[in-house]
């Protein structure tokens, strides 16, 4: 948020060391969350599904983040460890009754044990060839669980699970669904920004930054690359493990190579090494095909097309332009949005006195 | 045994593709240091313009086949020059989203402009396998491998006894050496992309008449990162030697293994072949030691 620094002065390490260390950037940040909270207020069930949507994506983003933008490891099997995760959850659900909160940390925790395994090569390789065996692990998994039908329930390899229900309530409308989502979002936010400053995250940085230098001021390489795809796939599990539940259904087809692109391209355009550029990042990629659905319905309903005959060319349309915003931001801007509102928040914070 | 080897004979000939395709992979990694995941999406679009202009258009495939491989060379320069050249010197991953961000670019336009509907590329050969020795062998196989064969020769001859293959090979060895006797490792840069394009074109016009020409022909692109891998990333006779064997394993084993799991052993082995081989020996059979251990 916009906020000035000037009187304010620290007395005490917890105070400097706080997250937020200027009073009115707490504020902000608390009115942030609690605006969150009531965006039901205002919203229809429509707009809360596109919420819900951002929010899941959100979870997924931050946790690439920590495992490409932080500690500099590039993955293309996001998308796999949140298959993980799904169906996890949604086995645990249907097989043995497991609550949905105790089946969001335990796909979490199978997805970080299966993304932890696949981590195991970038002890050996990295950069391009890490790139390659993380696509490897993308398709691994995805054969896997589709081909094992204990996993996967059978020939669809879909698993519908029961209206997930906390203390009695079901969770059954967007609304409902949306604060079992927020909370979980938030939680994966302030734990990502906390871990990203401390011991942990300094060390991811500076194995990112330079491995060998790391490993000479003493980071144990070995150990927090691998702990970086735990958390990471950590993340992916439990952002799976609510897809599971938001959808009422664990299916392959939501986690394929395509959702591995797209949550990478979430990360670049919102910033690398940003947990609020993952969040902004994954605003952006959500929004992207449904504001570019209204804007070419409105230009076909102007020249008097059905959406019929335009439906094949939006979807055309919409690969179009994801990959060449990923091209225009990688050239032009490629430290991503989070940049962009820091060089907005950079102008007004001395303005209107900016010299 | 007729089984094993109509198997694998025909797995070496999907293999020569492989490597066909592999190679203009290899090519702009040596020479460029780009890993290029848009491959696969080049040589959909070779196919996408091939059979448009026979079955579409009704051209004759002598001129069509020029018309491709002349477009296809352009289309190399043309991203070299417009999308790759900003990022020279840029770390791993932003390099690799481009390709990846270009590869959904060309899926997108490729359907946009031809529709999403499988065209044919016709081809004038027999339909009929011959059959020698019990082994089947289909006539566009054949054709393939010797495609395939012939491109890799020419090739090799570009490379050794031309001028410009030589200029090629020096800044594939070290770019800064080669600036420094006067190449220009920019054209090279470029060409890389060119010849790349081209050896995609051709795998275009190929896998088209096999597959049909829509966008799943860009899936070939990834049978090549375990092709590559195999045979060593930065080099041509690895490439090769990768897409042979990847196209072996995975015939046999599909052969073998589609009974018991219903299918999609293809597009599975290459890549646990590639794990192993990444663990064990992560330069491949034919690539240079240079990896650090980290």
């Known amino acids: 948020m916009i906020n000035r620094e000037c009187g304010v002065y620290q007395t005490t390490y917890e105070g400097d060391m706080a997250l937020y260390p200027v009073p009115l950037a707490r504020y902000a940040a608390l009115g942030g969350v609690v605006v969150l909270f009531l965006i039901p207020l205002v919203a229809d069930s429509h707009q809360m599904a596109i919420v819900n949507l951002i929010a899941l994506a959100s979870i997924g983003a931050i946790g690439l983040n920590i495992l490409v933008g932080y500690t500099g490891q590039v993955s293309l099997g996001h998308g796999a460890f949140m298959m993980v995760g799904s169906y996890t959850a949604a086995i645990l659900t249907t097989r043995y009754g497991v609550p949905f909160w105790l089946g969001l940390p335990a796909g979490g925790a199978v997805a970080a044990a299966v993304g932890t395994f696949f981590g195991i090569p970038s002890l050996r390789i990295k950069g391009l060839y890490l790139a390659i065996a993380t696509l490897a692990a993308q398709f691994i998994i995805e054969w896997t669980i589709n081909h094992s039908p204990w996993i996967s329930g059978g020939a669809q390899s879909t698993i519908y699970t029961p209206t997930p229900t906390f203390l009695g309530w079901p969770i059954n409308t967007e609304y409902r669904r949306y604060y079992m989502i927020l909370p979980v979002g938030v939680i994966a936010y302030v734990a990502a920004l906390n871990l990203v400053r401390s011991r942990i995250g300094r060390a991811f940085i500076a194995v990112r930054d330079r491995d060998v230098a790391a490993q000479i001021i003493g980071v144990d390489i070995f150990r927090y690359k691998l702990l970086a795809f735990a958390v990471s796939s950590f993340y992916a599990g439990v952002a799976g493990a609510l897809w599971t539940y938001y959808l009422k259904i664990a299916n392959y087809e939501h986690f394929t190579l395509v959702t591995s692109v797209q949550y990478l391209a979430m990360i670049i355009i919102g910033g690398l090494g940003s947990v609020l550029g993952s969040v902004l990042g994954a605003v952006f990629i959500t929004m992207l095909p449904i504001v570019l659905v209204y804007v070419v319905e409105g230009v076909a309903a102007l020249f008097g097309f059905a959406y019929a005959s335009i439906a094949d060319f939006l979807a055309n349309l919409r690969l179009i332009i994801f990959g060449g915003l990923i091209i225009l931001f990688l050239t032009i801007e490629p430290e991503g949005l989070y940049r962009m509102w820091g060089n907005v928040k950079r102008y007004f914070r001395l303005w209107p006195f900016s010299y | ?294």
């Open chain 2, 1 to 294: 045994m007729a089984f094993f080897f109509d198997l694998l004979v025909n797995g070496l000939m999907i293999g020569s593709m492989y490597a066909l395709v592999a190679m203009g992979f290899v090519l702009i990694y040596k020479a460029t240091s780009v890993i290029n995941f848009a491959q696969g999406e080049l040589v959909m679009f070779g196919g996408y313009i091939a059979a448009a202009m026979v079955s579409l258009y009704h051209l004759p495939l002598a001129v069509a086949v020029p018309v491709l491989l002349g477009s296809m060379v352009v289309l190399g320069f043309a991203l070299e020059r417009g999308v790759l050249r900003p990022l020279v010197g840029r770390n791993v991953i932003s390099v690799v989203m481009v390709t990846i961000g270009l590869a959904q670019v060309f899926q997108g336009l490729a359907a946009m402009v031809w529709g999403a509907a499988t065209i044919n590329m016709p081809l004038p050969i027999r339909l009929e396998p011959y059959i020698v020795w019990e082994v089947f062998i289909s006539p566009i196989n054949l054709v393939a491998a010797v495609a395939s064969a012939g491109f890799l020769v020419a090739f090799a001859y570009f490379f050794r006894k031309s001028r410009m293959g030589i200029a090629m090979r020096a800044v594939a060895n070290d770019q800064q050496a080669a600036m420094a006797v006067g190449i220009n490792v920019r054209l090279i840069f470029a060409l890389s992309w060119a010849i790349a394009g081209l050896a995609a074109g051709i795998g275009g016009i190929v896998w088209g008449n096999m597959l049909g020409v829509d966008t799943h022909l860009a899936l070939v692109g990834l049978k090549v990162f375990p092709a590559v891998i195999l045979g060593g990333l930065d080099s041509v006779p690895g490439a090769v030697l990768g897409g042979l064997i990847i196209g072996a394993v995975e015939s046999v084993a599909a052969g073998y293994v589609d009974p018991y799991v219903g299918g999609g052993t293809k597009d599975f082995v290459p890549y646990v072949l590639m794990i192993v081989v990444l663990m064990i020996r992560p330069y491949g059979f034919l690539g240079r030691e240079i990896i650090e251990r980290v």
